[in-house]
């Protein structure tokens, strides 16, 4: 662990410390394309060993496999195999999946945020308060020892 890691919360499961710390680290949007990168290479791999008639490259394997993971699917190529059929509906699954989860994570952190803040603000009210509260005594006292310096003088 890190010094910029957040410790890990009691009662809290792994994916949810997980979450936070993607969500919290900086280069948030490198992991993601990594691991989507990661996820359309093994399918694309996977595609051109059981599909080799529809594949004949490992570059054609890993186009469709980069469309079918983001979901885009152009359809410019597709499998006509039942294996390769199998192994594309795997990848697809995997796809919408791995975007279903991140976004209910980062929406997730996003609404933990935004009550922490709204719970915090009760109390920065009431510090401003007392704050405001000193300012005036403090200017008080000034004015009275204004007066009594005047009286001095």
């Not at 990168?37 to 054609?60: N, Q, T, W, Y």
């Not at 994570?105 to 401003?128: K, L, M, Y």
Request: glycine content about 8%; overall charge negative; aromatic content about 6%.
């Amino acid at each position: 662990m890190t010094q910029s890691d957040p410790a890990p919360e009691p009662g809290r499961s792994l994916i949810d410390r997980e979450v936070r710390r993607i969500a919290n680290a900086r280069s948030v949007t490198f992991g993601l394309a990594l691991t989507f990168f990661g996820l359309a290479l093994v399918g694309g791999i996977a595609m051109r060993i059981v599909d080799d008639h529809d594949f004949p490259s490992v570059g054609i394997a890993l186009w469709w496999a980069v469309q079918t993971i983001t979901t885009v699917g152009y359809g410019d190529v597709v499998p006509t195999t039942r294996i390769g059929q199998l192994v594309a509906s795997v990848e697809m699954v995997i796809g919408i999946s791995f975007v279903a989860f991140l976004i209910a994570g980062v929406t997730s952190t996003v609404i933990q945020r935004g009550q922490s803040q709204q719970q915090e603000a009760p109390e920065v009210d009431a510090i401003v308060d007392a704050l405001n509260e000193q300012s005036k005594a403090l200017t008080d006292l000034e004015q009275r020892l204004a007066q009594i310096e005047s009286k001095l003088g």
